[in-house]
């Protein structure tokens, strides 16, 4: 179905909210949990330990500064795209002078996010956004095709977050009060608009999380990110600029106002840094998530997809998450893996 303009149709975008906590850890989310203590930083320091050349230990100290060390069959480190290869890096050895799983020098590497450019107009008819999900509805025709070899894919993502405190806060600082402001703000809060772009990025080894000399309130090195926009992706916003004006013309839009010239929003979709595959010169972990290096320390989360094309990784990283988990609860005879998983290359 195509819209009369000849303009192809929105489509729905999924929408989590969780709606009841977690047993016993609170509500769940996107984001990892760590033990806090009341003074918000986390009381405990982890590394991970490898006493083998391919088996390893989890070694922790307590708040008081107490060592412990825990074996198992298998670990599986979950802690994000960012915070899992700073845990890998830091916990290098004499064993392992570049960290664990690192013997390619992988851990880090080709980290990808979607960066966003934007338009800002003001439609011709009474929107109000503000009501329901805050990203409903996306238009996904530039996700594929011939031009991949020319420029970046992207997806177009209509927000609906609402207009008033933006505008107020623009009108406040443009000097506008009393009658004038409330006119003016009730026209924006009904008209504003704004649709943006999620640009792919392609696997770049020198885009990566590396560690910082700068330390945590822990003394632990905090990650550093060295990223960049190339040619590829920034000629798909280009692209996406043509899209943006033909939806403000069809929607009457007036005082169209796009990001600034060379300012990408990030969407904190990371993925890459612990990329899966089957050549270990250019990975970290297999197709189940099993490191190269150690038989029994397993990769989950958006860090092991090795593209971002142009969806939100949170529901692929937990797909593959929970592929993997099948795959070693079976390995380790805890049940078998469903069927779709079953000699999967």
Known sequence: MVHPSGFPPTSPKPSLRASRPWPGEGWASDCVSWPFGTDGVCPWRIYLHSSAQSRFAALYYDPDKGSHRVTAKAFVVAAN?????????????????????????????????????????????????????????????????????????????FTNISRVDGATT???????????????????????LNVKNVLEVLPDPERRVTLSDQKDAMGIPKPQMHYSIDDYTRRGHERSQ???????????????????????????HICGTLSMGTDSQVSVCDQWGRTHDHDNLFLAGTGVLPT??????????LAVALRSMDHLLAEQGSGAPPASTQGAQ
């Open 242 to 268: 043509q899209d943006f004006r033909r939806i403000a013309d069809l929607m009457g839009g007036t005082n169209l106002r796009f990001s600034k010239d060379g300012d990408f929003a990030n969407n904190q």
């Open 170 to 192: 623009s009108l406040i600082a443009a000097g506008v009060y009393g009658s004038e402001f409330q006119t003016r703000l009730r026209y924006s809060a009904a008209h504003q």
């Open 81 to 157: 795209g960012i915070e899992s290869p700073r845990l890998l890096l830091v916990s290098a050895s004499d064993q392992f002078p570049h960290g664990l799983a690192n013997s390619t020098d992988m851990v880090g590497r080709h980290l990808m996010d979607h960066p966003s450019t934007s338009l800002t107009f003001d439609s011709d008819e009474e929107l109000w956004l503000g009501r329901g999900p805050q990203s409903p509805s996306s238009i996904n025709v530039m996700r594929d095709g011939p031009f991949r070899s020319e420029h970046a894919a992207y997806r177009l993502d």
């Open 308 to 317: 971002c094309a142009t969806c939100n990784s949170t529901e692929n990283g």
